[in-house]
């Protein structure tokens, strides 16, 4: 995920030598209060899990007064959440199937701040361990993410470039056996698609591997691996975009400067401006609205320049490139379809 960098001054001239100083562990009392984010994220999402295979079918409360219009919503909550707790507990098929899907997702997110993290401390950058967030149950995947949060400037323009692209060039290996697993497992689905139905629109690595293995994901029934992938590969597709500070907008500004980076971001900004559009018009989901907010935000937000802008050489040229291969095998401009 992106992570916060605190300001620093402008560009320096070339020859100034940055002193690389020396890396602070995490301290003891660090610790628990991660760790403890770490253990609430597991079960938010084990949750997720669960919900996502089974199809929940709990009696509306009743309303009487206004009261009852108050209450409405936190009871049905309540009922549905029960629920779900209850199915887990008298079908371990269904607890079996949360914890995969909570251990393949949670695999990927570790192994994306992680790589930021190596990255830091590599380069002697203060950063904290990674940050889960849980997410309330029956909330999306069961977590917000995971960021780390740098405390000191970023030394010189390949540390820039090496700490933005180690998280999602780690995740998407961590991901691409997960999504092997996933689709070539998936079922198919128990019924033709019709009604109120989400489909999860496949991205390119999807189907490449489908079309290697010889399986056909039109109608299939995705599981727990299908799932956590599917959504590793959305949040590597978000960071990996060109804006601001995340991931993405931090190699492009290492790679171009801070004039092209304001410029790419703004352009890649409307272009999912328009793709959002689209998506609710063709495909009757409003979720491309959030993205599009998100890169407003992170537009606003002014990226630090590294204390040395020297030039990257050969090899980091060819990961970037390596990285536009995996941003195309990631995104997906439609994620979800609703019919």
Request: glycine share 8%.
């Amino acid at each position: 995920m992106s992570e916060h960098i605190e300001p620093t001054s402008s560009f320096l001239p070339k020859q100034t030598i940055v002193r690389r100083t020396a890396f602070a562990r995490p301290e003891a009392t660090q610790w628990p209060k991660h760790a403890g984010l770490f253990f609430l994220t597991f079960l938010s999402t084990t949750f997720a899990g669960i919900v996502s295979a089974t199809d929940l079918d709990v009696p509306e409360p009743a309303i009487s007064g206004w009261l009852g219009y108050v209450l409405y919503i936190p009871e049905y909550y309540r009922r549905l959440v029960a629920a779900v707790l209850w199915q887990a507990a008298t079908n371990p098929a269904l607890l079996k199937s949360g914890l995969a899907f909570s251990t393949a997702l949670l695999t990927i997110l570790t192994a994306h701040e992680m790589g930021h993290y190596l990255a830091c401390r590599y380069y002697r950058v203060r950063a904290t361990l990674p940050f889960f967030i849980p997410a309330p149950p029956l909330f999306l995947a069961g977590t917000f993410g995971a960021f780390i949060k740098m405390k000191s400037p970023i030394p010189s323009r390949r540390a820039l470039f090496d700490i933005g692209l180690a998280g999602p060039l780690a995740g998407f290996v961590a991901l691409v056996p997960i999504g092997i697993v996933g689709v070539l497992t998936v079922q198919p689905g128990p019924a033709p698609l019709t009604g109120d139905v989400i489909v999860f629109n496949d991205p390119l690595l999807f189907q490449f591997i489908a079309k290697l293995g010889r399986v056909d994901l039109s109608g299939a029934a995705p599981n727990p691996w299908y799932l956590a992938a599917w959504i590793g590969l959305l949040v590597t597709s978000l960071n990996l975009m060109p804006v601001g500070q995340l991931d993405g907008g931090h190699g492009t500004f290492a790679l171009f400067g801070q004039r092209p980076h304001k410029m790419i971001g703004r352009v890649a900004f409307i272009a999912v401006a328009i793709t959002s559009v689209l998506g609710f018009i063709w495909h009757g989901s409003p979720s491309g609205f959030l993205y599009t907010v998100l890169l407003a935000v992170m537009l606003r937000v002014r990226h630090p320049a590294p204390e040395q802008f020297e030039p990257l050489g050969r090899g980091r040229t060819t990961v970037a490139f390596i990285t536009l291969i995996v941003f195309a095998l990631s995104f997906v401009p439609f994620p979800i379809t609703l019919r």
